[in-house]
């Protein structure tokens, strides 16, 4: 690194947030920071908008996309620009640079965000809505925010992504729901146009667009309940499945707390593994499952709750899970009783992670006993009845009583 910038708090990277508007819409300090910059990153369109400022070596992302950012780092100490769409720190480059910049070195001049190019348009607040980035990834995500009455801004991936997006909300039961497309938002080819999901008939969307919705639901909408314990129709499954009433004791047993990832030993439908992502979007869960027709109806199930990027382990355990990243939580559902599940469990978890186990058969249930014995932790008995007819009356069907072990590692 030149001398120049021992320093280690030599600001060297500036990353400039550019609208469609090009450099009409840029400060004086963001036009500086790009025709001073000895190399000025960024994707076609960002070197394109900026082009009559840029003095130095214009340097294109490499294709695939390099998220170590090493053409950046080498120059590390030499004047560099990068271009970014509007606020770089909202699911923009910014985030990336900074896993291997330090923001001591690096100063950032954003310009507003697509979400709030589209609020200002709609007159909308954004703090009361939900806002979601769909660039790059599955559209199934949207589907936990497909609430009665709510308001989404949904950024795109491209110009088919709008339909794509119609056909679903009207598939699960919105179909009409307003749908405002705000394309190429600050440029000169700015344009807005308004349909519904169920009648979507808009065409040559610009690749560049916002998704804005205002929901509206049928009476047989497929609506996520924002509380643990979803219905279990919601879920395919083949009876293999954590019921709804035990699904919730067992999430607050779980206790999901920000960015901890699940181990689910025996997933049967998912349902545990899904509804601890639901919790908060920062959760992992990796659902192990030796069944592969079960494997699959996993996948199927963490799509339509809208939680794609459950990963879904096949095999039986304790084998499948080696080499797994070490788990913050674990769930024992299926499969417990095989040998070394639970040794391998308990070695795998880190210290002060937390173990659920749930038995229904006795045999399931004596080794919940052992562990207890042994380990301690918190043991409960889960009853549940249900009224059923009775003849010509009513009266209570108790469901298979379930014993749960709950424990947390030294």
């Known amino acids: 690194m030149p001398a120049e910038f021992d320093a280690p708090t030599q600001k060297w990277l500036t990353v400039v947030g550019i609208g469609e508007d090009g450099v009409a819409g840029l400060g004086d300090e963001a036009k500086r920071a790009i025709s001073g910059?000895?190399?000025?990153?960024?994707?076609?369109?960002?070197?394109?908008?900026?082009?009559?400022?840029?003095?130095?070596?214009?340097?294109?992302?490499p294709t695939p996309f390099d998220s170590e950012m090493r053409d950046v780092v080498a120059l590390r100490g030499q004047k560099i620009c990068v271009l970014a769409s509007g606020d770089p720190f909202l699911h923009g480059v910014g985030v990336t640079l900074s896993r291997v910049v330090p923001s001591t070195e690096m100063r950032v001049l954003p310009a507003p965000s697509a979400f709030s190019l589209a609020a200002s348009r709609l007159g909308w607040a954004l703090q009361d809505i939900e806002?979601?980035?769909?660039h790059g990834h599955a559209i199934d995500l949207i589907r936990p925010l497909l609430q009665p009455s709510g308001r989404v801004i949904a950024l795109t991936s491209d110009g088919e992504a709008p339909a794509q997006i119609a056909a679903l909300i009207a598939d699960s039961g919105f179909g009409a729901s307003r749908l405002t497309v705000l394309e190429a938002l600050g440029g000169e080819n700015e344009r807005i146009r308004v349909t519904t999901a169920g009648g979507f008939d808009l065409e040559n969307i610009n690749p560049l667009n916002v998704l804005a919705l205002e929901l509206e639901s049928s009476p047989q909408a497929r609506t996520l309940p924002l509380a643990s314990g979803l219905a279990d129709d919601l879920f395919e499954h083949d009876g293999q499945i954590t019921k709804r009433d035990i699904r919730a004791m067992t999430l607050s047993a779980?206790?999901?707390?920000?960015?901890?990832?699940?181990?689910?030993i025996g997933a049967g439908s998912g349902s545990i593994s899904i509804e601890w992502m639901l919790c908060h979007p920062s959760l992992r869960a990796i659902a192990i499952e030796h069944n592969a027709e079960r494997a699959d109806r996993i996948e199927r199930n963490a799509s339509a709750c809208g939680v794609p990027g459950l990963k879904v382990v096949r095999g039986a355990a304790p084998d499948a899970l080696t080499r797994l990243p070490t788990p913050d939580v674990i769930f024992i559902g299926g499969g417990g009783s095989n040998a070394g599940v639970f040794d391998t469990a308990i070695a795998a978890l880190r210290s002060g992670g937390r173990l659920v186990a749930n038995a229904v058969t006795l045999e399931m249930e004596t080794l919940l006993l052992a562990r207890h014995a042994a380990l301690g932790g918190e043991l409960l008995r889960l009853q549940v009845s249900r009224a059923a007819p009775v003849g010509t009356m009513t009266g209570w069907r108790p469901a298979m009583p379930v014993t749960q072990w709950s424990w947390v590692k030294p």
């Open 37 to 61: 910059a000895a190399h000025v990153f960024g994707g076609k369109r960002h070197l394109t908008l900026a082009a009559e400022l840029i003095r130095g070596a214009a340097r294109l992302w």
């Open 254 to 264: 779980l206790a999901p707390r920000r960015g901890e990832l699940l181990w689910d």
């Open 131 to 134: 806002t979601v980035s769909l």
